[in-house]
């Protein structure tokens, strides 16, 4: 995307230097700009420079630490298709309001296909998701049908991005 001031804020912005930085910010979000800088071959004031200009532009949105999920008491993984009653933007909004209220919801996405939505949760354990079902799921407004899919085995869970 090309800005009225002909500057340009998508990836044909970032040159290879950039793409190190993000690159080692998404192993490592606590890396000090000291070792940023030597990793990526500039000085740490150039490098905390684009640091707030790849922050500015929006390519990075945070940082975070990961948590073990199993330590926490959400050892169970479960992706549920969520059909609607009905498709009309007051139930897409309201859905979408009250599923952003939902703790044990992790990501939510609209589908176009079979069903409406695709909704991933974490839970304690297979009676908790019962709960979590008939308690908050099912109480969603204009949910229609479900279907989960608890996963026995995560083969790949990353946030990285390829750069």
Avoid at 42 to 70: M, N
Avoid at 125 to 148: A, C, I, K, Q, W
Wanted: glycine share 8%; aromatic share 6%.
């Amino acid at each position: 995307m090309t800005l009225t001031d002909g500057s340009s804020t998508g990836v044909e912005s970032l040159d290879r230097i950039d793409r190190k930085i993000l690159a080692a910010l998404q192993t490592d979000g606590r890396i000090t700009n000291l070792d940023l800088a030597d990793k990526v071959g500039l000085s740490p004031t150039a490098t905390a420079e684009r640091v707030k200009r790849l922050t500015r532009d929006g390519f990075i949105l945070g940082y975070a630490a990961q948590l073990d999920p199993v330590k926490l008491g959400r050892g169970l993984l479960v992706f549920v298709e969520i059909k609607l009653d009905r498709m009309t933007p007051e139930v897409f909004s309201t859905f979408a309001a009250a599923v952003t209220r939902a703790p044990a919801v992790l990501e939510c996405h609209m589908i176009a296909g079979g069903f409406d939505y695709l909704v991933k949760a974490r839970v304690g354990n297979m009676d908790e998701y019962r709960s979590f079902l008939s308690d908050v799921l099912m109480t969603l407004p204009g949910v229609r049908e479900t279907h989960t899919y608890p996963v026995m085995e995560e083969v790949k869970n990353t946030v990285h991005l390829p750069l």
